[in-house]
């Protein structure tokens, strides 16, 4: 999916920033596999710090990799992003929220909307899937 390479997310990000200038734009990232969150650790601190704010998911691990947890911990406290609280966004004014990642971040978003109960969201909200790859947005 978008979330796979932070080039990826770079592009991702180009795109929403090209689209929305006068919105803040915000990550909600779930990595996929530890071993592709610590070979290109730098590169995501770098892409997810292009946002304006960037919020960690729990890692979506592969069947292969096991007992990642302390792992994932040193890793994510490198990258030093806040995890994923649903109630840590408040300000629903002028953003755009997208959630970027390969397991269950699909429910994670519409689980968000839901709770939010937001009647603003703009219905040109995007949900967007080709061979696997999601990428979801909601502009509000």
Same mark, same amino acid.
């Given at each position: 999916?978008?979330?796979?390479?932070?080039?990826? @997310?770079?592009?991702?990000? !180009?795109?929403?920033?090209?689209?929305?200038? !006068?919105?803040?734009?915000?990550?909600?990232?779930?990595?996929?596999? @530890?071993?592709?969150?610590?070979?290109?650790?730098? !590169?995501?601190?770098?892409?997810?710090?292009?946002? &304006?704010?960037?919020? #960690?998911?729990?890692?979506?691990?592969?069947?292969?990799?096991?007992?990642?947890?302390?792992?994932?911990?040193?890793?994510?406290?490198?990258?030093?992003?806040? #995890?994923?609280?649903?109630?840590?966004?408040? &300000?629903?004014? &002028?953003?755009?929220?997208?959630?970027?990642?390969?397991?269950?971040?699909?429910?994670?978003? #519409?689980?968000?909307? !839901?709770?939010?109960?937001?009647?603003?969201?703009?219905?040109?909200?995007?949900?967007?899937?080709?061979?696997?790859?999601?990428?979801?947005?909601?502009?509000?």
């Amino acid at each position: 999916d978008y979330a796979h390479h932070p080039t990826e @997310i770079k592009v991702v990000y !180009d795109v929403l920033k090209n689209e929305y200038k !006068d919105k803040r734009i915000i990550a909600v990232f779930e990595p996929h596999t @530890i071993s592709r969150l610590n070979t290109f650790l730098d !590169d995501f601190k770098n892409v997810l710090s292009l946002f &304006d704010d960037c919020f #960690m998911c729990d890692l979506f691990s592969s069947a292969r990799e096991n007992n990642v947890y302390s792992i994932e911990k040193r890793l994510y406290d490198y990258l030093g992003f806040k #995890m994923f609280n649903k109630n840590e966004i408040v &300000d629903l004014e &002028d953003v755009v929220i997208v959630f970027l990642g390969a397991g269950s971040i699909d429910k994670l978003c #519409m689980t968000y909307i !839901d709770e939010k109960n937001v009647s603003k969201i703009n219905k040109s909200t995007c949900w967007f899937y080709e061979n696997y790859w999601k990428l979801h947005f909601v502009v509000l």
